[in-house]
């Protein structure tokens, strides 16, 4: 069963930059949907970015367009998620999540990772 595997969580201060990994195996394969998701304590989950294997599209939430970047790396089977101008309220769990076909910030994904914290503080 895939198992998407985060990293690259951790403290950083208010502008500085951080790059999020998201490992499997399967994307090597072009039809899966790969997204991240937060969660910061004491509100609900979000979804952040989204990329669709099958043709490149990306998908960002309003709160990260422009900061944030997602991508992926199909010989490494590895999903990132560049965060650059880091604000305080960045700070959250992130989670990548693998779904089928195309993505969206707001459907179902079937494939969770464990989540990796991200802190920005000064």
């Known amino acids: 069963q895939l198992q998407p595997v985060e990293s690259g969580g951790g403290l950083v201060q208010p502008g500085g930059s951080l790059r999020l990994s998201c490992a499997a195996s399967?994307?090597?394969?072009?039809?899966?949907?790969i997204a991240w998701f937060r969660q910061a304590p004491g509100k609900e989950r979000e979804g952040v970015a989204c990329?669709?294997?099958?043709?490149?599209?990306?998908h960002y939430a309003d709160s990260v367009k422009g900061r944030f970047t997602i991508s992926k790396d199909k010989a490494k089977s590895t999903v990132y998620l560049q965060m650059n101008s880091l604000k305080p309220e960045d700070t959250a769990v992130y989670y990548c999540?693998?779904?089928?076909?195309?993505?969206?910030?707001?459907?179902?994904?079937?494939?969770w990772g464990q989540g990796t914290q991200v802190t920005v503080s000064s």
């Open positions: 999540a693998a779904g089928y076909y195309y993505c969206s910030l707001n459907r179902m994904y079937d494939y």
């Open positions: 399967e994307f090597t394969l072009d039809y899966y949907a």
């Open positions: 990329f669709t294997s099958s043709d490149g599209s990306t």
